[in-house]
């Protein structure tokens, strides 16, 4: 019951949220690197943390310095997404809010050269993962993919209070309500992605701290190797990677390759899935089986954008 009214509550906040964004001109209009072309509301996403407020009320305040630095993350997104701030106050936001995560984790009890890994690892997650708003689907069909996985851990592991993980999926499947269609009614936004990216990083690194077992990593391998790859190529082609671009492998297989983007976004989201389970199949082997499983799933990964990525290409020469 207690979930059917948040749903509820979530429903009516975006749909409220969306007559704002209407009046204040709240709207993501298609530029080089977009997969749209119709002026979509920007910042739908905002409904995340609406979920994940939900589960703090609900849990009496529980990991305050998690919630105080997703709040932090949120506001500043959300003022980016309306306002387009200089990227050093962003980035400096930023680090504050995943230094409140770490506190909250215990991390700075670790030694310095963990914590400097963490933060680039972080960091990273969280701007590769601002770049999932590009297509219809796909920021919602993701975050339920690692949901999905971080669920099926915490039933064995007990690394997290459950209700966080279904807030967030509650939020998650409102959002999706209206972004999963052929014409989006709202894009996440940098507040929507961004807010659950540090959601999503908040729950993973809880488990492999609990753990002590960093191959929980790879719950993001999936958008990990396309965001990592294409940086590598736009560095090989000597562009700005900090430009607009749509040259994401999803970006592709939508734009240039011409494919469903609700079958790419499910796809991706069904992907990730699958090398999730097997992740978890291997942790209850050694470390050793662990290992050759995580490098054997990043080649495959690899090797499959490569192919897909010269075969679009491929046949874009051969039609030009």
Known sequence: MIYACIAAS??????????IADRYNIIDKPNERSSHTQVTIRGGGVVFYLGVLAWFVWSGGAHPLFFAGLTLITLISFLDDVLTLSNRLRISIHLIAVLLLFADVLLFDYSWYLILLALVLVIGTINAYNFMDGINGITASYSFAVLLLLWLVNRDVGFIDDRLLYCTAIANGVFAFFNFRKRAKCFAGDVGSVSMSFVLIFATLSLILATGNLIYIMFFAVYGVDSVLTIIHRLFKRENIFKAHRTHLYQY???????????IAA????????????????????????YKVGVCVLALLILAYIGIRRYILGGLLKAG
């Open 10 to 19: 979530l429903f009516v906040s975006i749909l409220l949220y969306f007559r």
């Open 267 to 290: 796809c991706y989201g069904v992907l990730q899935v699958g090398v999730g389970v097997l992740i978890m199949i291997a942790t209850d082997y050694s470390f050793d089986v662990q």
């Open 253 to 263: 297989l939508a734009n240039e390759g011409g494919g469903n983007r609700l079958v």
